[in-house]
């Protein structure tokens, strides 16, 4: 038996439970897995309150690290007692241990903490396919960054530091805007006190930037879209504040802009795929590039907690839970 975060209905953090599941035996292309920390994201959030609907009861959790306890048939590339971390689905990582697919876990190094991989794999990924696989950029690029000084956010300045890629973040305090400049923001915007579009068009001296990334949504849509240049790519990878409204192609016909709504786990479904964004997700934290920033922990028991304080933007870099 495992302890394990379930929901048996969409709603507000009251809704999570601690229940006693059973773990049971790997098949065919599957591992167990005993968890050290678990990752928290605003998928979750979306899963737990409806915006992404599921059948109940319903195991919450993305994101996780530890050790593999067992293997089934044609699993080669990890085997018991080797560290792992994951991004993947189906969810159920906030759990003491769990059954699950062993295409997307992976193994992982000595040199990183079980509370840096469930910290990392999610959003680092992320950032990874941000950078290299939606719109590939180059040293030069600007990007604009919206929530940088939260999980994913302080990974991606830190990635754009490290290739010579101009960021310019955007956060809702001026203690957050420091944070994300402490960790490679070449700019900072204090989006509650300024129009962050008309300043993006100061930085770049009217050009506009490259691309836009930005998980906040709603908020933050139309000033992103008019932060672009003429062919510029605009990735938004969330909602934080909401759904985008639909969108009319023609509002990118003024620059011949580009939109796309990208996920993780189309990037990852491909196990070689997914264990190559690992490793240079990987080399980026062992090199020194990127750190990973874990400024809140929670028991596993006390998740509600750690749900409030996310969805209310309290929270900066990452959130670990300890089963």
């Known amino acids: 038996m495992a302890r394990t975060i379930v929901i048996h209905a969409h709603g507000g953090p009251d809704q999570l439970r601690?229940?006693?599941?059973?773990?049971?035996?790997?098949?065919?292309?599957?591992?167990?897995?005993?968890?050290?920390?678990?990752?928290?994201?605003?998928?979750?959030?979306?899963?737990?309150?409806?915006?992404?609907?599921?059948?109940?009861p319903f195991a919450l959790g993305m994101?996780?690290?530890?050790?593999?306890?067992?293997?089934?048939?044609?699993?080669?590339?990890?085997?018991?007692?080797?560290?792992?971390?994951?991004?993947?689905?189906?969810?159920?990582?906030?759990?003491?241990?769990?059954?699950?697919?062993?295409?997307?876990?992976?193994?992982?190094?000595?040199?990183?903490?079980?509370?840096?991989?469930?910290?990392?794999?999610?959003?680092?990924?992320?950032?990874?396919?941000?950078?290299?696989?939606?719109?590939?950029?180059?040293a030069g690029d600007t990007v604009l960054f919206h929530a940088a000084a939260g999980g994913v956010g302080l990974i991606a300045c830190q990635w754009a530091r490290s290739e010579g890629i101009t960021l310019i973040g955007t956060a809702g305090t001026d203690e957050k805007c420091a944070l994300a400049a402490e960790h490679g923001a070449a700019h900072v915007i204090n989006y509650r006190q300024e129009d962050f579009a008309a300043r993006v068009r100061e930085i770049t001296g009217g050009r506009g930037v490259d691309a836009v990334m930005d998980a906040v949504g709603a908020a933050t849509f139309d000033g992103s879209i008019n932060s672009l240049?003429?062919?510029?790519?605009?990735?938004?990878?969330?909602?934080?504040?909401?759904?985008?409204?639909?969108?009319?192609?023609?509002?990118?016909?003024?620059?011949?802009?580009?939109?796309?709504?990208?996920?993780?786990?189309?990037?990852?479904?491909?196990?070689?795929?997914?264990?190559?964004?690992?490793?240079?997700?990987?080399?980026?934290?062992?090199?020194?590039?990127?750190?990973?920033r874990i400024d809140q922990r929670f028991p596993l028991d006390q998740v509600a907690e750690a749900h409030r304080a996310l969805e209310a933007r309290e929270t900066t870099g990452a959130t670990v839970l300890i089963p």
Not at 253 to 282: N, V, W, Y
């Open 63 to 138: 994101e996780a690290a530890g050790v593999v306890e067992a293997v089934g048939e044609g699993v080669t590339h990890l085997k018991p007692g080797d560290r792992a971390a994951y991004a993947a689905t189906p969810p159920g990582a906030y759990s003491e241990a769990r059954v699950m697919p062993a295409a997307q876990v992976c193994p992982l190094p000595d040199a990183i903490s079980f509370e840096e991989g469930a910290a990392m794999m999610l959003k680092g990924m992320t950032v990874q396919y941000l950078f290299h696989r939606t719109c590939p950029l180059k």
């Open 18 to 56: 601690l229940d006693d599941r059973p773990v049971g035996e790997p098949g065919p292309g599957e591992l167990r897995i005993r968890h050290h920390a678990c990752g928290l994201n605003f998928i979750d959030i979306y899963q737990r309150s409806g915006v992404y609907a599921q059948a109940m």
């Open 229 to 292: 240049r003429p062919v510029g790519m605009m990735m938004s990878f969330g909602s934080a504040s909401g759904k985008v409204p639909p969108v009319d192609p023609a509002l990118l016909a003024k620059g011949s802009l580009q939109f796309t709504r990208p996920t993780l786990f189309t990037h990852i479904a491909r196990h070689e795929d997914c264990q190559a964004m690992a490793r240079h997700l990987f080399d980026k934290v062992t090199s020194g590039a990127v750190k990973i």
